[in-house]
């Protein structure tokens, strides 16, 4: 039997956001505005956590300025084309554009503007739009002043904790509960509303560079909301697609909009501009095809390839050396200390390791959500990477904040909440801390270095149904030995937590490719048994719902007739 004193501490609350990135932030504060107590749960500290942590350098946006390609329709056009059979044109407008004046708006009062020192934007254009729709942007201190704008409306946050479960009672989601990772104290946070914003699913596939945590974007963001969804019974969307992008040889970093928004060519080893061949914008072609044409060319014996930045003009130059230290302040580090000037040299790529998120920008992977940001279970609401409608930067913020806003209108119509279930609790509480219990057990990483190889080798770039059957029929023998892993502090069990959602997540990766029988976004599914893609019985969303043990996929049909503003 379960009961409250053994859970450690026991908070009430009106709406809970899981994750403090960025769109947990915006959720957040817009909760706040809207008049409800607020908790933050996240496994790191939120004035640095999330993949903006370090900061970012651009923000994709329309701001109708009267040119034909600036304009609500315009990008949702754009987008409906880039990313068919992906996105939601509905859901999408519901959580970015109508959120997004007031996105921009908020992020010049709390003191980090969109704007250049001058006033003006400066804006460029690459990820296959039709105008300069990025703006490039100081994003350093994005996330403390965010974290500052949090805590002024009083919020309160549980830092250091890490979310491992939904509590549910009756079909609804009443809450969550986790532990904190330096101190091993349990939280439950009873809630009428409560919002995941963990981010996408990185750290699931071998790294060519061979060091599990030099990844593209924030390791730390394993599925943690996407597991979690799934166990509580709500359908997931977007999962089959490997995410992959082209990042400097021996570092995978984020700058690729950066490079290729500034006008740099991808070449290969002729000297080539090659990406013509694969897109008519060239190296400002999707990031899918990007990748696409990138593994071709290595493939085909035109390798190696490089970025060439050399035709860029001294003022060009200046601002794009400027902006890559604001994503990621390793990244010119790492370029001067191989040698290389810009100005002068190419900078030799590869293509990155694979992570679960959207196939193209402004998309995510994870917690299907309608217009009002709800997932398919009663009392929960998601925003950010891991849903399936909204990833990358601004999107992640349009979408936090329409979910903590509709959590908030939600919470407000709960007159009282759903008594905790507490045999759940301490089934929950056991499952979780069984690792420090198992000495010496298995570490966390033998499982995962085995997880990865089977997910590049079968659920990578190039897909086919004899190894997507075998990648899932690997990842089941792995399953068992999850009860094997050890941890010899409360950090290891955090990694051994993570562990355990990332194989239900490859899981259920393999089991989205294979049930999509065509091939869509270039190398972010390509079915070498079904190369075509095909609109007529696959144009919509693979829906992915736990049903008992089993992973159950449908597919949702989209349509794209232009949604009202």
Known sequence: MGSAEQMGSVIETDVLIVGGGLAGLNAAIAAAEHGVSVVIMDKGGIARSGAMGGGIDHFTAYLETGEEWDTREAYLQNLGKVARGAVDLKVHNAIYCRELKGSIERLARIGNPLTQPDGTFYRTRSMGRDGPLSINFN?????????????????????????????????????????????????????????????????????????PFNTWQCPSDTGGAQAMAFRAGAALANMEYVLVSVVPKGFSAAGLNGLTGMGARLVNALGEEYMIRYHPHGSRAPRFKLAEGALTEIREGRGPIYVDCRHLSPAELEHLNMTLGYDKDTLPDFVRQKGIDLAKDPLELQVSEGAIGGPTGGLGSGIMIDERSAATVPGLFAGGDCTDQAGTCAPSVTSGYAAGKQAAKYASTVSSKKEIDWEQAAAERARVLAPMETKPGVHYREIEDVVQKIMWQGVGPARNELGLRKAIEKLDSVEPHLGDIGARDYHELMRANETRDLVLIGKIMASCALYRKESRFGAAHFRVDYPKTDDENWLGLVAARRNGEQIETSLKRLSYEMPEP
Do not use: C, N, Y
Not at 153 to 178: N, P, W, Y
Not at 192 to 207: I, N, P, Q, Y
């Open 139 to 211: 994003g350093k201190k994005l996330k403390p002043r965010l974290a500052d704008e949090v805590r002024r409306l009083g919020v309160r946050a549980l830092e250091k904790v890490m979310t491992t479960s939904l509590l549910t009672r009756d079909g609804q989601v009443i809450g969550a509960m986790g532990f904190s990772i330096r101190t091993g104290d349990l939280h439950v946070v009873h809630a009428k509303a409560t919002v995941l914003s963990t981010g996408r699913v990185d750290r699931l596939f071998e790294t060519p560079t061979g060091i």
